[in-house]
T-cell receptor, first 114, second 116 residues
């Protein structure tokens, strides 16, 4: 049972355009969501997060949107740069429900074409 | 460098063998997590330790075991290895447990295990 789903395995975007990565979740107890970025031969690195009390969080070129009713979140990267090419993982947890670990999606490989 | 150190980076072994993966958490972090990433799979949670105590178990096989030592480093032991155990094994650490900050995990570069 996959609680966090990233239905697009890959995405190609032109440099300078917007990249939109999507993530759906099924567990209504999740109340904290994170995005991680992973380059080859490296571990995932934390990118941005959002609590369920918000519907948007912005950090520079990265914005995460949360739609709780649809159990959907998205990561927007504007403008996209070639260095953004990586695998992006969506993750969720329920810290207010106790000691639960992060649950990750399978990832979306973003390719930004110059 | 994330501050989380994993050794070895690569390991090739045969079916039926036993291996130990080692992880040193980031300085000051008390929680250590182990995740497995198989081909085309996301990061699957295996086990979580906090300050030497096991706190949560995920999809960890009985052939696998882990522990966290007093100096906070952790080891993941994989025994009776099968071809399907070939994967990337990531260790991650965080400041503590039960808080929002505990959910921002810092990952090591991973140990790639190949079972032939």
């Amino acid at each position: 049972d996959q609680q966090v789903k990233q239905n697009s395995p890959s995405l190609s975007v032109q440099e300078g355009r917007i990249s939109i990565l999507n993530c759906d979740y099924t567990n209504s107890m999740f109340d904290y969501f994170l995005w991680y970025k992973k380059y080859p031969a490296e571990g995932p690195t934390f990118l941005i997060s959002i609590s369920s009390i918000k519907d948007k969080n912005e950090d520079g070129r990265f914005t995460v949107f949360l739609n709780k009713s649809a159990k959907h979140l998205s990561l927007h990267i504007v403008p996209s740069q070639p260095g953004d090419s990586a695998v992006y993982f969506c993750a969720a947890s329920s810290p207010n429900s106790g000691n639960t670990p992060l649950v990750f999606g399978k990832g979306t490989r973003l390719s930004v074409i110059a | 460098d994330s501050g989380v150190t994993q050794t070895p980076k690569h390991l090739i072994t045969a079916t039926g063998q036993r291996v130990t993966l080692r992880c040193s958490p980031r300085s000051g972090d008390l929680s250590v997590y182990w995740y497995q990433q198989s081909l085309d799979q996301g990061l699957q949670f295996l086990i979580h330790y906090y300050n030497g105590e096991e706190r949560a178990k995920g999809n960890i096989l009985e052939r696998f075991s882990a522990q966290q030592f007093p100096d906070l480093h952790s080891e993941l032991n994989l025994s009776s290895l099968e071809l399907g155990d070939s994967a990337l094994y990531f260790c991650a650490s965080s400041v503590g447990t039960g808080s929002i900050g505990a959910n921002v995990l810092t990952f090591g570069a991973g140990s790639r295990l190949t079972v032939l």
